[in-house]
């Protein structure tokens, strides 16, 4: 009985499941009939019969006549210019170029400020960041480009530093010229509650440099999309991104965050008030609070007191350090303090601010750094970043660095990518390329003026997957007299023409004495060039024409070297092109006690300068040295005869972010380690009397490592604890088989 | 993922080089025109995917046969374009719904014929050839779908490619009666000759409501960045005439000037420059005795001589592309084809695809008024820069950890023993390395399946977290898995025979590894030469003067390699490694050299790492067979690679004070052995 109960009751559960079955699919078949056949095949385009016959879409003749020749180009080019004003500038048409071809070349000259003016913070560090570029003038005349002294940044009625009658007191200025030439410079237009695109005076045809810039009211090509940035916004140099290392898998504790203000009415709130949906409070942590404005309290909804308790238990900059992705959505304006807050966090930024043209969006791929959302589609956010591949996510995660510290770091570096952006427009054909703007080490360190060539530069020969060229170029920097042909130099001539990779040697005389006459030199297998320094201790850094090759290898002229050590170097220098590779080293560190920068010649475990007085680097710095840096630098170099390699050191290595590179020297029997006193000069460059015996000498390269740091904000220098030694160097193995023999040789 | 797909796309060639076939033009074109929608943003949110593609029908018709439409005349007619437009604003992104299959879906409208109310066509040629084949291209793609209620995008199969042809009102007329035109909301139109007499406009005239356009010969004043696709237009030549590639290199001719409709004022700048360089500039011109007809078009002369066009375009290292009545010009395509570098001289031009593509590095742009100058501005570009011009691609390497990071010391490493059974000196290894200061855990990876790991009890005691991971296999890529127990970014692998290393060898190769975490540091280094009489690799490990790898039996590397071998390893390789028991270092060093461009880097002059009796090479590796074996392996990874990407390097690092006169006890590393 209890066995045929049981099979009963299997047999109903299978009725049951068959029946199931059949109506499920049958519902399924059902549903196909009424949708669309799924899984069928998709009808195609028609492969016509006569597609052979069918007619070109315009016949050669009618491609290459092109409908005659059109207007007389000059007029055109005329007529433009009275069409297309105002709101439809473009630098044809509102710019004149003519301005930019003189003498001086790019010039920017700063409106005086008038008496009483006050300029806000923000401001003063954009016009300090004018003056202390290499672009300055004050002198109008020769200007290219104008910059008011009025403080425009903030056009918000409301706000304490709104300046009024601005229109007035442009039109006062008598090169106004209805804004021709002009940069404006702003980050808050417009008011409650539309925050418009309105300055609340007419820009004419000046070029607006603006933060949240409307892709709709933006004049591409003319105006220029700026970063909103605080008024904590560093002048110069900046912190570093805080991306250290590249950990894999690349996911931090959470995917994605966003704590902010939610707004319950107004522009930009069908955003904000839909952030918390997304909330989810495990990895993706969306907080908005309602407590903000003066009286939130008259707008509260019901959801506010229980998101402001939930917005209290995480803290901002935790989230910042621990997540992925971050959301940047739209505030009252487009652009929000959170977009270089998250680029510098390294936590990719996730934006969703529909018709913000990104800052300087005319030469950063912004598709490499940054997601762009669709304020519409929030709620697809999530399954998005998700998606994202760990390849991806280590791509983008360097890039916002990449970014950060080219371009936005620092107010100073803000301004100087507006200019160079500008400047790149007016002379287009010695401009950057995308390339340039987006490969390390970013735009404004590549100068166009030397070359337009990615080879002729020492960062992109791994891209271009080409290998720096065979030869090298000695830069001898002579001070003494020429008196005997026993003199050190007539050694090194020798010593460095015997070098097979050795292409030409040019002696830079900066000797009291003229030069000697030719037949006094030797006679060289290499072309031996003969140049005056003019006695400035900056002109063995100057780009003279006379290097063709790429590396240039500067020496002092009491160097000893071998010719197997110059060319072991050079070996070396190939591998690391973008870095210096020299002997001496030295080193800085922060003294506590002092507070300052201090410098060492003692003889450490570790290094972060290579001095110059024999060193291979890219002929490329050479031409960062005379233009990049501000001359007061070199001027102090000069003043003091000093210091010119620390400097050199510490431009290569602010551009690669990397230390110098030492490589074997042989032992010298004139070298001593100098432990006994702590910051003995002794050995600056190994011989002779000269300068380094001299106390001051070494007090000036303390005080010049301090003046240095605060020219760049920051200390470029980098620590190194290794040297590049060759293969076999004092290997147990035959003499014979060793290609760098020379180096053990005492 | 669009910067991925889009380089990805384009990375052989810059421009589509319409050789072969209309067909792969218009694929090309096509995916870059949609590529350029998802680069502005709108699509960034359907990471593609791919559906088998769609099979031809076999029904064969004329274009016809298409159904005939009448126009009513009072049929109303569409806005002109919104200049405002921008995705955000005109682009409906609901239907594109976020389907399960994350892809975009592209709709194309049957053909109809329409005609005004007396019967005449609204279009002199109706479908041409050139548009049906951009259809048939997209019909064949993955985005393509029959299903109109599933499509984002939808194309009128009305062609307005040349405007010339058409009726404007009738046409604008006819896109309104789409079924799904709903104000051109999501309707891609397709347009290479825009404008007309006299003016010339620069976007399509045919009022078009909301509807993106990809057009050639946009000006910045009527393209709408982020919405618009800027297109080359395209010249008929390029498939009748077949171009040999030419390499790059000085060309007869410097500078020349092969368009027929080039305004008066500009031919006499032009003539001006040529009297002043001679023969360095052509300057073409119409055949004026010859007959009119096809052979005139693929004609030009310059007094007298007759040259064949495209043909002459090789001959020169620059050619002049000069706007005519319209912005966009056909000579651009027929140059680019030559492998010409083009000189674009068209004020207010959006150069096509300006937004993914970069125009500095394969053209030379001039201002209009710069005409004069052209002769010195082209002077001055460097030879290499013109050659790299002329190529037109760019191989690249692009390192996946191409920032300068310096990582800190502090998190440490964590070393990988592989290991099978030999205990004793497994358990000498991880005495040895358990000392070096940065060592932050320790993982035995058990390749013995037959035999159980020692009782816990049996371990050495270390300071640091020790963890046996037991495998399923006993395969040499098990050693480059990348185990979540590996908690920083470095990773030292190490055989388990490894014992002489000490530990201011190890913690000095973690040192010298985080200013290079990009690389593999490691201590044995080894060599490929080529070997002339054979004719291919050959692996060295003799004591020679440089070094092209490191082997993994010790060295320290980025957890991000590990990835990369068991995920991304091109071809065959890591089942080959497996199957042979052999060679995985020589694949890593493969791998990371492919990926980086750039050498490892051997730390310490130590020779010699397993036992102090052994000779001057290493126990295995004296076998010969071994050796033979290793070649081979050098010489399968070159051919999966299709490259040698090992770089070969002359140094090693050592501590800064290596062998310099210097107290022992006040270097950072005194203990580093120099056998």
Not at chain 1, 667 to 672: L, P, V
Not at chain 2, 568 to 580: Q, R
Request: charged share 25%; proline share 7%; hydrophobic share 35%.
């Amino acid at each position: 009985m209890q066995a045929r109960k049981k099979y009963v009751l299997l047999g109903l559960c299978m009725c049951c499941w068959l029946l199931l079955y059949y109506w499920g699919g049958l519902q399924e078949r059902l549903l196909g009939l009424i949708t669309h056949k799924r899984g069928e095949v998709a009808r195609p385009w028609p492969s016509w019969l006569d597609r052979d016959l069918l007619p070109g879409y315009a016949d050669q003749a009618e491609l290459q006549n092109d409908g005659g020749s059109g207007d007389s180009p000059r007029q055109r080019r005329q007529s433009w210019a009275g069409i297309y004003k105002d709101s439809r500038c473009r630098m044809d048409t509102c710019f004149d170029f003519a301005r930019c071809q003189g003498q001086s070349g790019f010039r920017v000259y700063i409106y005086p400020p008038e008496k009483g003016e006050r300029v806000s913070e923000s401001y003063h560090k954009i016009l300090t960041s004018v003056v202390e570029s290499r672009y300055y003038t004050s002198d109008p005349r020769e200007a290219c480009l104008f910059v008011l002294g009025i403080d425009t940044l903030d056009r918000d009625q409301l706000s304490t530093q709104f300046v009024p009658n601005v229109d007035e007191r442009i039109r006062g200025y008598p090169l106004w010229n209805d804004g021709r030439n002009h940069v404006i410079f702003n980050l808050y237009s417009g008011t409650w509650p539309n925050y418009t695109e309105d300055l609340g005076f007419n820009v004419g045809q000046a070029i607006l440099a603006k933060a949240s810039l409307n892709t709709e009211h933006f004049r591409p090509g003319f105006d220029i999309s700026i970063p909103l940035f605080s008024k904590e916004h560093p002048q110069k140099g900046g912190e570093r991104g805080w991306l250290v290392r590249n950990t894999v898998p690349p996911r931090r504790k959470y995917l994605l965050m966003f704590k902010g203000k939610r707004y319950l009415t107004g522009i930009g709130s069908d955003t904000r008030n839909a952030l918390h949906h997304i909330h989810n409070g495990k990895d993706i942590v969306s907080l908005t609070t309602c407590r903000h404005g003066k009286d939130w309290e008259k707008h509260k909804d019901t959801r506010c007191d229980h998101d402001n308790q939930e917005y209290e238990r995480f803290d901002y900059q935790e989230l910042l350090h621990n997540s992925t992705f971050c959301l940047v959505p739209r505030g009252r304006r487009l652009g929000s303090f959170r977009f270089l807050e998250s680029l510098q966090a390294a936590c990719i930024p996730v934006l969703l601010s529909n018709g913000w043209e990104l800052p300087f969006s005319d030469v950063i791929q912004w598709n490499q750094a940054v997601i762009e959302g669709d304020e519409r589609l929030l709620l697809q956010v999530p399954s998005t970043v998700r998606a994202v591949g760990i390849d991806r996510v280590l791509a983008l995660r360097q890039r916002t660095q990449m970014l950060w510290e080219a371009y936005f770091s620092s107010v100073d570096k803000i301004v100087l990518t507006t200019l160079e952006i500008i400047k790149d427009r007016v002379y287009s054909h010695i401009s950057r390329n995308k390339f340039m703007w987006n490969a390390l080490p970013g735009g404004l360190l590549v100068l166009p003026e030397y070359s337009t060539h990615l080879a002729h530069y020492p960062f992109y020969y791994l891209n271009l997957g080409i290998s720096p060229g065979q030869e090298f170029t000695a830069v001898i920097h002579a001070t003494s007299p020429l008196v005997s042909q026993s003199q050190p130099i007539m050694k090194l001539l020798q010593v460095v023409s015997k070098s097979k990779y050795c292409s030409q040697i040019i002696i830079l005389w900066n000797s009291e004495k003229p030069p000697p006459h030719r037949s006094k030199w030797p006679p060289m297998p290499v072309p031996l060039i003969i140049t005056d320094g003019r006695r400035k201790t900056s002109s063995r850094f100057l780009p003279h024409a006379a290097i063709e090759t790429e590396a240039v290898l500067s020496l002092d002229e009491d160097t000893v070297l071998l010719t197997s050590e110059i060319d072991f170097a050079f070996h070396v220098w190939r591998s690391f092109p973008e870095r210096i590779v020299g002997y001496p080293p030295r080193s800085h560190f922060w003294d506590p006690v002092k507070k300052a920068w201090g410098y060492t010649s003692k003889w450490t475990n570790e290094y972060s300068i290579v001095l110059t007085g024999a060193a291979f680097y890219h002929r490329y710095y050479h031409h960062l040295f005379s233009h990049y840096l501000p001359s007061s630098l070199r001027v102090l170099v000069d003043r003091t005869s000093n210091c010119e390699d620390i400097l050199m050191n510490f431009l290569v290595s602010s551009v690669t972010n990397l230390p110098p590179i030492k490589v074997a020297q042989r032992k010298q029997y004139k070298e001593m380690p100098t432990l006994q006193v702590s910051f003995c000069p002794s050995i600056e460059s190994g011989t002779k009397t000269a300068p380094w015996v001299n106390p001051e000498h070494f007090t000036q390269r303390q005080e010049c490592v301090s003046t240095f740091a605060s020219w760049f904000g920051y200390m470029p220098l980098v620590h190194s604890q290794f040297r590049l030694d060759p293969v076999l160097f004092k290997d147990h193995v035959s003499v014979l088989r060793k290609r760098y023999k020379d180096l053990e040789r005492v | 993922m669009c910067a991925s797909v889009k380089y990805g796309s384009r990375g052989p060639a810059l421009i589509p080089r319409m050789k072969t076939k209309y067909r792969i033009y218009y694929i090309t074109l096509f995916s870059v025109v949609l590529l350029g929608l998802i680069a502005t943003g709108m699509f960034q949110f359907w990471p593609h995917s791919i559906e088998s593609s769609a099979e031809w029908s076999l029904d064969r018709r004329s274009v016809h046969d298409a159904p005939l439409v009448r126009i009513p005349m009072s049929s109303p007619i569409p806005e002109r374009g919104d200049l405002s437009c921008r995705m955000h604003t005109c682009f409906d992104v609901y239907r594109c719904g976020y389907n399960p299959k994350n892809k975009i879906k592209v709709y194309i409208y049957p053909l109809q014929r329409f005609v005004d109310e007396v019967g005449v066509p609204i279009s002199s040629t109706g479908l041409s050839r050139e548009y049906n084949d951009l259809l048939s291209a997209i019909s064949d793609s993955d985005f393509y779908t029959d299903d109109v209620s599933r499509a984002c995008l939808f194309i009128p199969s009305i062609d307005v490619l040349n405007q010339n042809s058409l009726r404007i009102r009738e046409t604008a007329q006819a896109l309104a009666m789409l079924p799904r035109w709903d104000k051109g909301m999501n309707h891609l139109l397709f347009n290479m000759l825009p404008g007309g007499p006299p003016d010339y406009n620069t976007a399509l005239d045919v009022p078009r409501d909301r509807a993106l356009l990809a057009g050639g010969g946009f000006s910045t004043w009527t393209y709408r960045q982020g919405y618009d696709v800027s297109i080359p237009v395209y010249s008929p030549l390029s498939v009748e005439v077949d171009l040999p590639e030419r390499q790059p290199g000085p060309r007869r001719y410097f500078i020349l000037s092969s368009q027929t409709a080039i305004h008066r004022e500009y031919r006499v700048e032009l003539e001006r420059l040529k009297e002043e360089n001679g023969e360095a500039l052509l300057l073409l011109d119409k055949c004026s005795n010859l007959s009119q007809g096809l052979a005139s078009v693929r004609k030009r002369c310059y007094k007298g001589q007759v040259y064949d066009y495209p043909q002459i375009l090789q001959e020169s290292s620059f050619c002049v592309v000069l706007r005519g009545a319209r912005l966009g010009q056909a000579t651009l395509s027929d140059v680019l084809q030559a492998g010409c570098v083009p000189v674009i001289m068209a004020d207010s031009y959006i150069l096509p695809f300006s937004e993914v593509l970069d125009w500095k590095r394969a053209s030379v742009v001039i201002p209009e008024e710069k005409l004069p100058e052209m002769y010195t501005i082209l002077k001055s570009i460097p030879h290499r820069q013109v050659e790299e011009m002329q190529r037109q691609k760019w191989t690249s390497v692009n390192s996946p950890l191409f920032l300068p990071l310096i990582p800190p010391r502090s998190p440490g490493f964590t070393a990988v023993v592989l290991t099978y059974d030999r205990i004793e000196s497994l358990f000498r290894v991880i005495t040895e390395i358990s000392k070096v200061p940065s060592l932050a855990k320790l993982l035995v990876v058990w390749n013995n399946q037959n035999k159980s790991p020692p009782e816990e009890s049996l371990w050495p005691k270390v300071a640091v977290p020790l963890k046996v991971l037991r495998t399923k296999e006993n395969k040499l890529s098990n050693r480059f898995f990348p185990f979540d127990e590996i908690e920083t970014e470095a990773v030292l692998a190490i055989d388990d025979d490894i014992i002489m290393l000490t530990s201011d060898e190890l913690q000095f190769g973690y040192e010298v590894w985080r200013e290079f975490p990009d690389r593999l540091v490691g201590y044995p280094g080894r060599l490929h030469l080529w070997d002339h009489e054979m004719g291919k690799w050959k692996y060295e490990s003799e004591w020679t003067n440089e070094v092209s790898m490191v082997l993994t039996g010790a060295a320290f590397y980025h957890k991000y390699f590990n990835y990369l071998y068991t995920y991304k390893m091109p071809g065959d390789i890591k089942n080959w490694v497996d199957a042979h028991m052999n060679c995985e270092d020589i694949a890593m060093n493969f791998l990371v050299a492919n990926i980086t461009g750039k050498a490892p880097i051997k730390v310490t002059p130590r020779k010699k790492f397993k036992c102090p009796e052994c000779t001057a090479i290493d126990g295995l590796s004296l076998d010969q067979t071994h050796m033979v074996e290793r070649s081979e392996c050098i010489n399968k990874f070159a051919s999966v690679f299709a490259t040698m990407p090992l770089k070969v390097v002359e140094h090693r690092a050592d501590p800064v004070l290596y062998k310099d006169d210097f107290p022992e006890k006040l270097k950072s590393f005194p203990n580093i052995g120099s056998l």
